[in-house]
């Protein structure tokens, strides 16, 4: 291994739409056979638990960046879990760490304090079967930053587009 | 004192429009009128200057709570400045801290962060004269915890309407 | 008020001995008699809750810097409770908004954090009666940042005295 | 993969002794050949980079927990780069994430805050050649949960036996 390329997941914890879920397992699934590490809150519940658990299914590496020390909590599916206990600002170590970030679905405040913190850092966000409210509030505040997509392979074509504009910006500001 | 009454107030740090930091001053100055502590996140910019000044002006206490090490930064106008060098996860703490958030103005990424965690943490969010469609999605995620107002008389309304709320609530715990 | 003096109590919060109970409170007097605000990490334990209650029977300002959510930890004397829900994290907030760091008796691991993560932050610290082999290890990796004590008086006359020599440095770094 | 045991190593970053950095890559080479993934503070400085490379020549996973967003100051040897953006509240999440904490050498401040950081938060810690001063004063506050050791070896056996302890702590919980 060398340096990882990482890959946020963020999404609904309690209340996740059942196609979300499964769009959710078939996303992480595919970021592991990209060979990307995915990251995500770590918890055993809606869009967290499942792309974990479809990152495991394709062999994937999956760290979780838990919100408390309950270890209870945590997703089955997460192999490295990095407890914080900080609550939910342990979102923005969620962003900062994340090369990409994916809101997967209709989240709540949660995934929304996540898009927020993430364009605040200048991180690009894919916004994955978002509502339409979502979209054209982080469109309006993300600009350049927000992208969309409606299915498990565009969100991966996207990630790789992004993946390749930070890298060649990276490249200029040498 | 006893125990104080903590108003947070968010708002654009960079492009703040005239007519926001224009409230913001105004909106300081009655929230220290009403004898409550206001709270913010420190910086000298914008909306967040702007309402510490005027609540000095009304000679109210002022509490910052500062992203960064960087003492040149923080506004004349705080009294108290709380050093995170937690960058934006000091926004968690701002909203956890306050009883109620007004969101001042059209604010960007980071405003968008606080209603968001504020909204996750359970607490009211006055939006006073933000855009269509910040109250659209955060009236849409936040529903009952989500109030709008258009003047700063009208802001302070609401926010000692909430207070009240949320102390018969605790009330009721007991 | 312009921007305040803050000087933060650091000690036992279970555990404490009486002595050094009787000592917190006539140290948090004698801040509160200074014109400083003293900062603590705000619970309604041992040497935390004894200074605050001094600082109020003088008439001061009162910040807690909380661990947790739960309201109920709050010393009664804290003015304005400031909620980080990010458990010991919230020692790195207390050393850096701090002055100068008092640390009163003697304290256990958590006590301990504090002083390390001040001396990290080129923090001075007072040691109040500390144990032997605290004073011993932290004049070891603090040097000169790290000071010793054995009345309140000394320890005031101390701070002081820290505070000028932090005041003469920012004004040669200008 | 299943969930995976993590060893935390902290120590100097800077003046890091030659003896103690030597051991650290040992250590590092050790954890690894146990199968274990390391943690530490992500640096690209004394221990921290020492550990971490030790581990990859041994085929290790390795993870860091920054502290900055400055992507240059990270060690080549880490795999997964957790950027807090936090400075050294960072620590707190080091000792949370480890299941044992092991102390490379003489430290500073930093290093003193993290062992603090864990005793408070119930962890054992390792001291693998620490300093006399450093020696007595944590095992007078954290007792039983400090041990020591003067090899690679012997800290190897001394992890070992503390995670099979912590295991059957656990299971009596239940």
């Known amino acids: 291994m060398a340096r990882q390329i990482v890959i946020g997941v963020v999404g609904a914890g309690e209340n996740a739409r059942a196609a979300d879920i499964r769009n959710a397992f078939a996303l992480g699934s595919a970021i592991a056979d990209e060979g990307w590490v995915l990251l995500t809150g770590g918890r055993n519940r809606g869009v967290m638990d499942a792309v974990n658990k479809g990152a495991k299914a394709s062999g994937g590496l999956t760290i979780g960046i838990l919100p408390t020390k309950d270890r209870r909590t945590i997703s089955v599916a997460v192999d490295v879990a990095i ?75 996207v990630v790789r587009l992004l993946l390749s504009k930070r890298e060649s910006a990276r490249r200029h500001e040498q």
Chains 1, 2, 3, 4 share one sequence.
């Open 83 to 157: 407890i914080t206990d900080m609550g939910s600002a342990r979102n923005y170590i969620n962003v900062l760490t994340s090369d990409v970030i994916v809101a997967c679905g209709v989240g709540g405040a949660g995934t929304a304090s996540e898009i927020a913190l993430a364009l605040k850092s200048g991180k690009y966000v894919v916004l994955f079967n978002s509502s339409k409210e979502s979209g054209a509030f982080f469109k309006k505040i993300g600009r350049r930053l927000v992208m969309a997509s409606d299915s498990v392979s565009k969100t991966i074509d």
